[in-house]
Every structure is written in structure tokens, then in C-alpha cells.
């Protein structure tokens, strides 16, 4: 079945279709199309879920000497 086809079908059975039916379809039409429109995570979002519990933590705990700043090292 060619793609011309198989839109022709969908608008056949579409026209069979109650209003209620029609926009439960547009429904499912739109969450199939945003599905594919999924990009991967760009920047820091890629590594969401790479590190566990622990891990994170001990990145929390390093970081917490960068946070004070001695005035006399300046």
C-alpha cells in the first residue's frame, strides 16, 4: 500500500467516524508524532541518571569547599 493509499484509507474511515471518535484518534495522531519528535538531552541534561545516590553526594560534599571563598588568598 502506497503512502497516497493509506491516506486515503485514514480519510475514508475518518469520514465513518463520530466527533468523539475523530478527536480521540487526533489525540493518539499527536502523541505518536510528539513521541518522534523526541531529541536527545544536549549540555549536562545527557548525564541525568548517570550517577547514583552515592555518587551524587560525594560530588555534593567536594563541592562544598568551592563555596567559601578566603578573603586572604586574594
Known sequence: MSKLEIQQSILRALSRMSLAQQ??????????????RLEKPKGILRFAGVFDAADAQEFKTSLK???QIDKDEW
Open 23 to 36: 478527536y480521540k484518534l487526533l489525540e493518539f495522531i499527536n502523541s505518536m508524532v510528539a513521541v518522534q
Open 65 to 67: 569547599d568551592c563555596e
